[in-house]
Protein backbone atom coordinates (compact mmCIF):
# COMPACT_ATOMS: atom_id res chain seq x y z
CA UNK A 1 0.00 0.00 0.00
CA UNK A 2 1.75 3.41 -0.95
CA UNK A 3 1.08 6.35 1.42
CA UNK A 4 0.33 8.78 -1.54
CA UNK A 5 -2.44 8.31 -4.01
CA UNK A 6 -1.48 8.52 -7.69
CA UNK A 7 -3.60 11.19 -8.77
CA UNK A 8 -1.93 13.36 -6.11
CA UNK A 9 1.15 13.51 -8.38
CA UNK A 10 -0.69 14.44 -11.29
CA UNK A 11 -1.64 18.04 -10.33
CA UNK A 12 0.63 20.47 -11.52
CA UNK A 13 1.89 24.01 -9.34
CA UNK A 14 1.47 27.89 -9.95
CA UNK A 15 5.97 28.61 -10.16
CA UNK A 16 5.24 32.34 -9.44
CA UNK A 17 5.09 30.78 -5.78
CA UNK A 18 8.24 28.49 -6.43
CA UNK A 19 10.45 31.43 -6.79
CA UNK A 20 9.69 32.91 -3.55
CA UNK A 21 11.93 30.82 -1.80
CA UNK A 22 14.87 31.71 -4.32
CA UNK A 23 14.26 35.43 -3.31
CA UNK A 24 14.54 34.82 0.51
CA UNK A 25 17.60 32.91 0.37
CA UNK A 26 19.01 35.60 -1.95
CA UNK A 27 17.79 38.49 0.75
CA UNK A 28 18.95 36.61 3.62
CA UNK A 29 22.03 36.44 1.87
CA UNK A 30 22.16 40.65 2.30
CA UNK A 31 21.39 40.97 -1.76
CA UNK A 32 18.04 43.23 -3.23
CA UNK A 33 16.12 41.40 -5.83
CA UNK A 34 13.98 43.04 -7.92
CA UNK A 35 10.79 41.29 -7.89
CA UNK A 36 8.75 40.78 -10.88
CA UNK A 37 7.47 37.61 -10.34
CA UNK A 38 4.42 37.79 -8.36
CA UNK A 39 0.78 38.85 -10.23
CA UNK A 40 0.12 41.13 -7.17
CA UNK A 41 -0.82 45.02 -7.41
CA UNK A 42 1.74 46.81 -4.92
CA UNK A 43 -0.78 49.46 -4.01
CA UNK A 44 -2.48 49.05 -0.69
CA UNK A 45 -6.22 47.83 -0.05
CA UNK A 46 -8.37 51.10 -0.70
CA UNK A 47 -8.91 53.12 2.65
CA UNK A 48 -12.98 53.04 2.28
CA UNK A 49 -12.38 48.91 1.35
CA UNK A 50 -10.58 48.42 4.42
CA UNK A 51 -12.41 50.44 6.89
CA UNK A 52 -15.53 48.68 5.87
CA UNK A 53 -13.73 45.51 6.81
CA UNK A 54 -12.79 46.80 10.18
CA UNK A 55 -16.67 47.85 10.93
CA UNK A 56 -17.70 44.47 10.09
CA UNK A 57 -14.77 42.95 12.56
CA UNK A 58 -16.37 45.29 14.90
CA UNK A 59 -20.03 44.13 14.23
CA UNK A 60 -18.50 40.73 15.42
CA UNK A 61 -19.77 39.41 11.63
CA UNK A 62 -16.87 36.80 11.90
CA UNK A 63 -19.38 33.42 12.21
CA UNK A 64 -20.31 30.92 9.43
CA UNK A 65 -22.51 32.81 6.55
CA UNK A 66 -24.89 31.27 3.47
CA UNK A 67 -21.65 28.91 1.82
CA UNK A 68 -23.24 30.55 -1.34
CA UNK A 69 -22.03 33.67 -0.56
CA UNK A 70 -23.43 36.74 1.52
CA UNK A 71 -26.81 37.75 -0.39
CA UNK A 72 -25.53 41.25 -0.49
CA UNK A 73 -22.26 40.19 -2.24
CA UNK A 74 -23.86 38.25 -4.91
CA UNK A 75 -26.29 40.51 -5.64
CA UNK A 76 -24.09 43.23 -6.37
CA UNK A 77 -21.99 40.85 -8.33
CA UNK A 78 -24.93 40.25 -9.98
CA UNK A 79 -25.93 44.06 -11.20
CA UNK A 80 -22.18 44.56 -11.67
CA UNK A 81 -21.30 42.16 -13.88
CA UNK A 82 -24.91 42.57 -15.50
CA UNK A 83 -24.55 45.64 -16.45
CA UNK A 84 -21.03 45.58 -17.46
CA UNK A 85 -21.96 42.95 -20.25
CA UNK A 86 -25.39 43.78 -20.72
CA UNK A 87 -26.79 40.60 -20.13
CA UNK A 88 -29.43 39.91 -16.61
CA UNK A 89 -28.14 37.59 -13.80
CA UNK A 90 -29.78 36.96 -10.81
CA UNK A 91 -27.96 36.69 -7.39
CA UNK A 92 -28.79 33.33 -7.50
CA UNK A 93 -26.91 32.18 -10.03
CA UNK A 94 -23.67 33.86 -8.18
CA UNK A 95 -21.01 31.53 -6.16
CA UNK A 96 -18.55 32.96 -4.07
CA UNK A 97 -15.51 31.12 -3.65
CA UNK A 98 -12.01 32.08 -1.90
CA UNK A 99 -10.33 33.82 -4.36
CA UNK A 100 -10.24 33.18 -8.13
CA UNK A 101 -8.75 29.71 -8.49
CA UNK A 102 -11.23 27.15 -6.73
CA UNK A 103 -13.95 27.71 -9.27
CA UNK A 104 -10.91 26.92 -12.10
CA UNK A 105 -10.49 23.09 -10.70
CA UNK A 106 -14.05 23.00 -9.48
CA UNK A 107 -15.37 23.66 -12.60
CA UNK A 108 -13.19 20.86 -14.50
CA UNK A 109 -14.02 18.11 -11.33
CA UNK A 110 -17.89 19.32 -11.97
CA UNK A 111 -18.34 19.57 -16.09
CA UNK A 112 -15.62 16.74 -16.93
CA UNK A 113 -15.59 13.12 -16.72
CA UNK A 114 -12.37 11.19 -17.36
CA UNK A 115 -11.81 11.42 -21.06
CA UNK A 116 -13.17 14.58 -21.78
CA UNK A 117 -11.33 17.29 -23.35
CA UNK A 118 -10.24 20.54 -21.95
CA UNK A 119 -9.18 23.39 -24.33
CA UNK A 120 -7.02 26.25 -22.47
CA UNK A 121 -5.14 29.29 -23.68
CA UNK A 122 -1.30 28.52 -23.64
CA UNK A 123 0.63 30.34 -22.97
CA UNK A 124 -2.28 31.31 -19.82
CA UNK A 125 -2.56 31.01 -15.90
CA UNK A 126 -1.13 27.98 -14.72
CA UNK A 127 -3.99 26.27 -12.80
CA UNK A 128 -5.70 25.80 -16.35
CA UNK A 129 -3.59 22.71 -16.94
CA UNK A 130 -2.71 21.80 -13.20
CA UNK A 131 -5.57 20.57 -12.89
CA UNK A 132 -6.32 18.71 -16.10
CA UNK A 133 -4.40 15.25 -15.55
CA UNK A 134 -5.95 15.48 -11.86
CA UNK A 135 -9.38 14.84 -12.74
CA UNK A 136 -8.76 12.60 -15.30
CA UNK A 137 -9.35 14.86 -18.34
CA UNK A 138 -7.36 15.34 -21.73
CA UNK A 139 -5.43 18.73 -21.97
CA UNK A 140 -5.39 20.82 -25.42
CA UNK A 141 -3.73 23.85 -25.09
CA UNK A 142 -4.66 26.54 -27.64
CA UNK A 143 -1.48 28.23 -28.73
CA UNK A 144 -1.69 31.74 -28.29
CA UNK A 145 -0.40 33.60 -31.68
CA UNK A 146 2.68 36.60 -31.28
CA UNK A 147 1.35 37.86 -34.58
CA UNK A 148 -1.71 38.51 -33.51
CA UNK A 149 -1.58 39.83 -29.96
CA UNK A 150 -0.93 36.70 -28.05
CA UNK A 151 -4.72 35.84 -28.84
CA UNK A 152 -6.48 33.78 -31.29
CA UNK A 153 -9.06 33.34 -33.97
CA UNK A 154 -11.78 31.14 -34.44
CA UNK A 155 -10.27 29.11 -36.98
CA UNK A 156 -7.41 28.59 -34.32
CA UNK A 157 -10.10 27.33 -31.92
CA UNK A 158 -12.04 25.29 -34.48
CA UNK A 159 -9.58 23.23 -35.28
CA UNK A 160 -9.01 21.76 -31.65
CA UNK A 161 -12.54 20.99 -31.26
CA UNK A 162 -14.02 17.08 -31.33
CA UNK A 163 -16.62 15.47 -29.86
CA UNK A 164 -14.83 14.80 -26.54
CA UNK A 165 -14.63 18.40 -25.68
CA UNK A 166 -16.43 19.72 -22.66
CA UNK A 167 -14.96 23.20 -21.36
CA UNK A 168 -13.18 25.78 -23.33
CA UNK A 169 -11.12 28.14 -21.26
CA UNK A 170 -11.21 32.26 -21.85
CA UNK A 171 -9.10 34.45 -20.34
CA UNK A 172 -9.16 38.48 -21.48
CA UNK A 173 -7.19 40.46 -20.30
CA UNK A 174 -4.72 37.66 -20.39
CA UNK A 175 -2.18 36.81 -18.04
CA UNK A 176 0.24 36.25 -18.49
CA UNK A 177 0.67 38.36 -22.06
CA UNK A 178 -2.37 41.14 -21.17
CA UNK A 179 -3.53 40.47 -24.54
CA UNK A 180 -7.25 41.45 -24.93
CA UNK A 181 -10.07 40.54 -27.32
CA UNK A 182 -12.19 42.90 -29.61
CA UNK A 183 -16.23 41.82 -30.32
CA UNK A 184 -15.41 40.77 -33.81
CA UNK A 185 -12.96 38.22 -32.44
CA UNK A 186 -15.47 37.09 -29.98
CA UNK A 187 -18.03 36.78 -32.39
CA UNK A 188 -15.99 34.88 -34.22
CA UNK A 189 -15.37 32.72 -30.98
CA UNK A 190 -18.82 32.30 -29.74
CA UNK A 191 -20.07 31.56 -34.27
CA UNK A 192 -17.45 28.60 -34.01
CA UNK A 193 -18.41 26.87 -30.78
CA UNK A 194 -22.24 27.16 -31.51
CA UNK A 195 -21.75 25.31 -34.53
CA UNK A 196 -19.23 23.32 -33.23
CA UNK A 197 -20.14 22.54 -29.95
CA UNK A 198 -22.28 20.16 -27.69
CA UNK A 199 -25.05 22.27 -26.05
CA UNK A 200 -23.28 20.80 -22.91
CA UNK A 201 -20.19 22.42 -23.48
CA UNK A 202 -19.14 25.27 -20.88
CA UNK A 203 -17.41 27.98 -21.44
CA UNK A 204 -15.45 29.48 -18.51
CA UNK A 205 -14.60 33.23 -19.12
CA UNK A 206 -11.88 34.37 -16.90
CA UNK A 207 -12.69 37.82 -16.68
CA UNK A 208 -10.66 38.77 -13.02
CA UNK A 209 -8.51 41.77 -15.07
CA UNK A 210 -11.60 43.21 -16.34
CA UNK A 211 -10.87 46.63 -14.74
CA UNK A 212 -6.88 46.46 -15.60
CA UNK A 213 -7.42 48.28 -18.99
CA UNK A 214 -5.24 50.75 -21.36
CA UNK A 215 -5.15 52.98 -23.80
CA UNK A 216 -8.86 53.50 -23.81
CA UNK A 217 -9.30 49.69 -24.42
CA UNK A 218 -12.49 48.11 -22.98
CA UNK A 219 -13.64 44.69 -21.69
CA UNK A 220 -15.46 42.19 -24.12
CA UNK A 221 -17.20 39.27 -22.38
CA UNK A 222 -18.31 36.61 -24.76
CA UNK A 223 -21.18 35.87 -22.67
CA UNK A 224 -22.50 39.25 -23.85
CA UNK A 225 -23.27 37.34 -27.01
CA UNK A 226 -26.68 36.25 -28.43
CA UNK A 227 -26.98 32.56 -26.68
CA UNK A 228 -23.31 32.62 -25.26
CA UNK A 229 -24.83 33.74 -21.94
CA UNK A 230 -26.71 29.95 -21.19
CA UNK A 231 -22.99 28.43 -21.83
CA UNK A 232 -20.91 30.90 -20.16
CA UNK A 233 -19.16 30.75 -16.64
CA UNK A 234 -18.00 34.70 -16.46
CA UNK A 235 -15.26 34.20 -12.93
CA UNK A 236 -13.76 37.55 -11.62
CA UNK A 237 -12.83 38.52 -7.72
CA UNK A 238 -11.64 41.27 -6.02
CA UNK A 239 -8.05 40.11 -6.19
CA UNK A 240 -6.92 42.18 -9.04
CA UNK A 241 -9.24 45.30 -9.10
CA UNK A 242 -8.90 46.16 -6.00
CA UNK A 243 -5.59 45.32 -5.01
CA UNK A 244 -6.81 42.34 -2.22
CA UNK A 245 -5.35 39.15 -3.21
CA UNK A 246 -4.83 38.43 0.78
CA UNK A 247 -8.86 38.91 1.13
CA UNK A 248 -9.09 36.00 -0.67
CA UNK A 249 -12.38 36.60 -2.28
CA UNK A 250 -13.66 35.35 -6.16
CA UNK A 251 -16.88 35.06 -7.67
CA UNK A 252 -18.62 33.17 -10.57
CA UNK A 253 -21.82 33.34 -12.26
CA UNK A 254 -23.40 30.48 -13.51
CA UNK A 255 -25.07 29.97 -16.46
CA UNK A 256 -28.42 28.12 -14.48
CA UNK A 257 -29.20 28.57 -10.84
CA UNK A 258 -29.26 24.53 -11.11
CA UNK A 259 -25.47 24.63 -11.79
CA UNK A 260 -24.77 27.21 -8.82
CA UNK A 261 -26.41 25.02 -6.23
CA UNK A 262 -24.09 22.13 -7.05
CA UNK A 263 -20.88 24.69 -6.47
CA UNK A 264 -22.43 26.27 -3.38
CA UNK A 265 -22.46 22.15 -1.92
CA UNK A 266 -19.02 22.18 -2.95
CA UNK A 267 -18.58 25.11 -1.16
CA UNK A 268 -19.98 23.51 1.96
CA UNK A 269 -17.86 20.07 1.39
CA UNK A 270 -14.22 22.13 0.91
CA UNK A 271 -14.38 25.74 2.92
CA UNK A 272 -18.24 25.51 4.75
CA UNK A 273 -18.49 29.58 3.78
CA UNK A 274 -15.58 32.50 3.20
CA UNK A 275 -15.47 34.76 5.88
CA UNK A 276 -18.20 37.25 5.83
CA UNK A 277 -16.30 40.38 7.10
CA UNK A 278 -14.30 40.01 3.79
CA UNK A 279 -17.35 39.57 1.54
CA UNK A 280 -18.53 43.06 3.09
CA UNK A 281 -15.63 44.26 2.09
CA UNK A 282 -15.59 43.13 -1.53
CA UNK A 283 -19.36 44.02 -1.68
CA UNK A 284 -18.40 47.73 -0.78
CA UNK A 285 -15.29 47.32 -3.08
CA UNK A 286 -18.05 46.75 -5.97
CA UNK A 287 -20.63 49.33 -5.11
CA UNK A 288 -18.60 52.48 -4.20
CA UNK A 289 -17.61 55.23 -6.65
CA UNK A 290 -14.85 55.51 -4.00
CA UNK A 291 -13.07 52.26 -6.19
CA UNK A 292 -13.09 53.60 -9.57
CA UNK A 293 -11.00 56.61 -8.42
CA UNK A 294 -8.68 53.68 -6.42
CA UNK A 295 -8.61 51.79 -9.57
CA UNK A 296 -7.77 54.80 -11.89
CA UNK A 297 -4.16 55.66 -9.45
CA UNK A 298 -3.49 52.01 -10.46
CA UNK A 299 -4.01 52.40 -14.33
CA UNK A 300 -2.06 55.57 -14.26
CA UNK A 301 0.67 54.11 -12.46
CA UNK A 302 0.89 50.68 -14.43
CA UNK A 303 0.70 52.60 -17.62
CA UNK A 304 3.93 54.24 -17.01
CA UNK A 305 5.70 51.33 -15.90
CA UNK A 306 4.29 49.52 -19.17
CA UNK A 307 5.35 52.20 -21.53
CA UNK A 308 8.88 52.45 -19.87
CA UNK A 309 9.82 48.44 -19.35
CA UNK A 310 8.28 47.87 -23.41
CA UNK A 311 10.60 50.76 -24.62
CA UNK A 312 13.69 49.50 -22.29
CA UNK A 313 12.94 45.48 -23.13
CA UNK A 314 12.66 46.66 -27.09
CA UNK A 315 16.59 48.10 -26.59
CA UNK A 316 18.17 45.22 -25.79
CA UNK A 317 19.78 42.54 -28.02
CA UNK A 318 17.72 39.69 -28.71
CA UNK A 319 14.49 40.68 -27.36
CA UNK A 320 11.04 42.06 -28.53
CA UNK A 321 8.35 42.69 -26.58
CA UNK A 322 4.71 43.59 -27.69
CA UNK A 323 2.70 46.47 -25.70
CA UNK A 324 0.22 44.65 -23.77
CA UNK A 325 -3.17 46.59 -23.72
CA UNK A 326 -4.43 44.76 -20.40
CA UNK A 327 -3.26 43.30 -16.87
CA UNK A 328 -0.34 44.00 -15.67
CA UNK A 329 2.28 42.32 -16.90
CA UNK A 330 5.12 41.96 -19.90
CA UNK A 331 6.02 39.20 -22.51
CA UNK A 332 8.83 39.64 -24.21
CA UNK A 333 9.88 37.36 -26.98
CA UNK A 334 13.69 36.54 -25.73
CA UNK A 335 14.86 33.77 -28.60
CA UNK A 336 17.87 36.03 -30.04
CA UNK A 337 18.92 36.00 -25.90
CA UNK A 338 18.76 32.44 -25.80
CA UNK A 339 20.95 32.47 -29.18
CA UNK A 340 23.40 34.95 -28.57
CA UNK A 341 24.13 33.85 -25.19
CA UNK A 342 24.09 30.35 -26.31
CA UNK A 343 21.96 28.81 -23.93
CA UNK A 344 20.58 26.57 -26.56
CA UNK A 345 23.26 24.86 -27.12
CA UNK A 346 23.91 24.07 -23.30
CA UNK A 347 20.53 22.97 -22.75
CA UNK A 348 20.76 20.60 -25.82
CA UNK A 349 24.16 19.29 -23.98
CA UNK A 350 22.61 18.28 -20.79
CA UNK A 351 21.73 14.63 -19.86
CA UNK A 352 17.52 13.98 -20.56
CA UNK A 353 16.83 14.04 -16.91
CA UNK A 354 17.89 17.81 -16.45
CA UNK A 355 16.36 18.99 -19.91
CA UNK A 356 12.78 17.69 -18.80
CA UNK A 357 13.10 19.67 -15.25
CA UNK A 358 13.52 23.00 -17.08
CA UNK A 359 14.10 24.79 -20.78
CA UNK A 360 16.31 27.11 -22.25
CA UNK A 361 14.15 30.42 -21.18
CA UNK A 362 13.84 29.04 -17.27
CA UNK A 363 17.87 28.51 -17.45
CA UNK A 364 17.86 32.24 -18.62
CA UNK A 365 15.28 33.34 -15.96
CA UNK A 366 17.46 31.06 -13.41
CA UNK A 367 20.42 32.68 -14.24
CA UNK A 368 18.97 36.44 -14.75
CA UNK A 369 17.64 35.86 -10.83
CA UNK A 370 20.63 33.93 -8.71
CA UNK A 371 23.65 35.97 -10.72
CA UNK A 372 21.77 39.18 -11.59
CA UNK A 373 19.05 39.47 -9.12
CA UNK A 374 15.78 39.92 -11.30
CA UNK A 375 13.03 37.63 -10.37
CA UNK A 376 11.08 36.75 -13.49
CA UNK A 377 8.73 33.79 -14.93
CA UNK A 378 9.72 31.85 -17.57
CA UNK A 379 7.47 30.32 -20.67
CA UNK A 380 7.07 27.12 -19.04
CA UNK A 381 5.47 28.41 -16.08
CA UNK A 382 2.00 29.11 -18.18
CA UNK A 383 1.56 26.04 -19.73
CA UNK A 384 3.93 23.02 -20.61
CA UNK A 385 2.37 21.31 -23.14
CA UNK A 386 4.00 21.96 -26.43
CA UNK A 387 5.62 25.00 -25.19
CA UNK A 388 8.86 23.99 -26.71
CA UNK A 389 11.44 26.62 -28.65
CA UNK A 390 8.93 28.89 -27.38
CA UNK A 391 11.81 31.25 -25.76
CA UNK A 392 9.35 33.81 -23.42
CA UNK A 393 9.54 35.76 -20.17
CA UNK A 394 6.72 36.99 -17.87
CA UNK A 395 7.74 40.31 -15.73
CA UNK A 396 5.05 41.76 -13.57
CA UNK A 397 5.10 45.02 -13.76
CA UNK A 398 3.48 45.36 -10.40
CA UNK A 399 6.45 46.70 -8.78
CA UNK A 400 7.79 50.54 -7.97
CA UNK A 401 9.19 52.55 -11.56
CA UNK A 402 12.35 52.91 -9.54
CA UNK A 403 12.88 48.94 -8.89
CA UNK A 404 12.10 48.42 -12.75
CA UNK A 405 14.81 51.11 -13.63
CA UNK A 406 16.80 49.06 -12.08
CA UNK A 407 15.81 45.36 -13.04
CA UNK A 408 16.35 46.69 -16.75
CA UNK A 409 19.73 47.50 -15.87
CA UNK A 410 20.33 44.64 -14.63
CA UNK A 411 18.89 42.98 -17.10
CA UNK A 412 20.70 44.32 -20.08
CA UNK A 413 23.89 43.45 -18.29
CA UNK A 414 22.83 39.84 -17.61
CA UNK A 415 22.27 39.82 -21.38
CA UNK A 416 25.63 40.52 -22.60
CA UNK A 417 27.09 38.36 -19.60
CA UNK A 418 27.98 35.51 -21.64
CA UNK A 419 31.13 34.55 -19.67
CA UNK A 420 28.71 34.55 -16.28
CA UNK A 421 26.43 32.18 -17.90
CA UNK A 422 29.11 29.76 -18.95
CA UNK A 423 30.10 29.83 -14.69
CA UNK A 424 26.38 29.79 -14.09
CA UNK A 425 26.26 26.12 -16.39
CA UNK A 426 29.39 24.86 -15.43
CA UNK A 427 28.16 25.60 -11.33
CA UNK A 428 25.63 22.85 -12.04
CA UNK A 429 23.05 24.58 -9.55
CA UNK A 430 19.57 26.15 -10.07
CA UNK A 431 18.22 25.16 -13.47
CA UNK A 432 15.15 25.17 -12.24
Same mark, same amino acid.
Given at each position: ????????????????????????????? @???????????????????????????????????????????????????????? +??????????????????? &??????????????????????????????? +?????????????????? @????????????????????????????????????????????????????? *????????? @???????????????????? /??????????? &????????? /????????????????????????????????????????? =?????? =?????? =????????????????? +??????????????????????????????????????????????????????? /?? &??? +???????????????? *???????????????????????????????
Amino acid at each position: MNLISDRTALINTENAFKVGPYIVALENA @GHKVVKCNLGEPDFPLPAHVREEVKAQLDKDNTHYCDPQGVLGLRKAVAKYIGDAR +GISISAEQVVVFPGGKPPI &GLCQQTYCNPGDEIIYPSPGFPIYESFIHYV +GAVPVPLHLREELGFSFN @GADLEKLITPRTKLIYLNFPSNPTGGVATPEQLEEIADVIQRRCDPNVRIYSD *EIYENILFD @GVKNYSIASIKSMQEKTIIA /SGASKSYSWTG &GRVGWAVFP /SVSEAQLFKNLNINYFSCIPPYNQEGARLAIESPESEKSIA =VMIKAF =VERRDF =VVDALNKLPGVKCKLPK +GAFYVFPNISGVIENLGIDKAYAAMPEEVRNSTSPSTLFQMFLLWNHLVATMDRK /SF &GQI +GCENMHYLRLSIATGI *EDLKLGMERMANAINDAAGFVKFIENKEHFS
